[in-house]
């Protein structure tokens, strides 16, 4: 059981500093592994800190999917070919354009968000 809860926490905190682009330090390593020898479970403190990042990543997405679908369904689809629109029972090349649309709208949504945290 704390091999396994070793091994979670060392591909978490792998995870973590690949994702936020961050160096992984030795030092990093021994001291969660510390940390984890002084008990199996993160403080609550963590727990919430880390529910708190899902959430707020979770809002941007929805957010940028009602954007992307409200851009592409009221905006763009009415003004495309008949071949780009999407068609609720296929998986047409609509749905690869709308997908699009909602991704580019998370980049910009992204990109804000990290230049807000940059200037604070």
């Known amino acids: 059981m704390v091999n396994q809860s070793k091994a979670a926490l060392r591909l978490s905190l792998?995870?973590?500093r690949w994702l936020f682009g961050q160096k992984l330090l030795a030092t990093d390593l021994a001291n969660s592994e510390e940390r984890m020898a002084s008990s199996d479970r993160p403080s609550l403190r963590?727990?919430?800190a880390?529910?708190?990042i899902v959430l707020r990543r979770l809002?941007?997405?929805l957010?940028?999917?009602i954007i992307g679908n409200a851009i592409y369904f009221l905006l763009l689809m009415p003004r495309l070919p008949a071949k780009a629109q999407?068609?609720?029972d296929k998986l047409d090349l609509g749905l690869l354009v709308d997908f699009w649309i909602c991704v580019?709208?998370?980049g910009l949504i992204e990109l804000v968000a990290r230049r807000?945290?940059?200037i604070r």
């Open 14 to 16: 792998f995870a973590n």
């Open 46 to 48: 963590s727990r919430i």
């Open 50 to 52: 880390l529910h708190f």
């Open 59 to 61: 809002l941007k997405q």
């Open 63 to 65: 957010i940028a999917i």
């Open 86 to 88: 999407h068609r609720p």
């Open 104 to 106: 580019v709208v998370y």
């Open 116 to 118: 807000r945290r940059k």
